[in-house]
């Protein structure tokens, strides 16, 4: 599962798929924009609603949960990476949420 950092992440997110994998309550503290929110739990059931010609980079609160998606996502023929420190680090840099 490769790990992308936070720079790397907001370089590409104009032409990957940000990738949110938080749980609902968790999103109220600020989203990456134009990300996609899926908790982690629905994902399986919810693929349809991901680009497979897109990459994602899949994002969570620490980076912890995030680790274990690009796995399940790269079996089902996406191309996925995790960013590391998740949106702590991301909120932390100052980066935009909505």
Do not use: Y
């Not at 936070?6 to 990957?16: G, P």
């Not at 010609?53 to 995030?66: D, L, Q, T, W």
């Amino acid at each position: 599962m490769p790990e992308i950092t936070i720079t790397d992440t907001h370089q590409r997110r104009a032409k990957d798929q940000i990738l949110d994998v938080r749980e609902g309550f968790e999103v109220t503290d600020g989203m990456i924009p134009k990300a996609i929110h899926i908790p982690m739990g629905e994902l399986n059931n919810r693929l349809n609603e991901i680009d497979r010609a897109r990459p994602v980079i899949v994002v969570c609160r620490s980076g912890n949960r995030s680790a274990r998606a690009p796995d399940a996502l790269t079996a089902a023929g996406f191309s996925a990476d995790t960013m590391g420190g998740g949106m702590g680090a991301w909120q932390h840099a100052g980066l935009p949420i909505i």
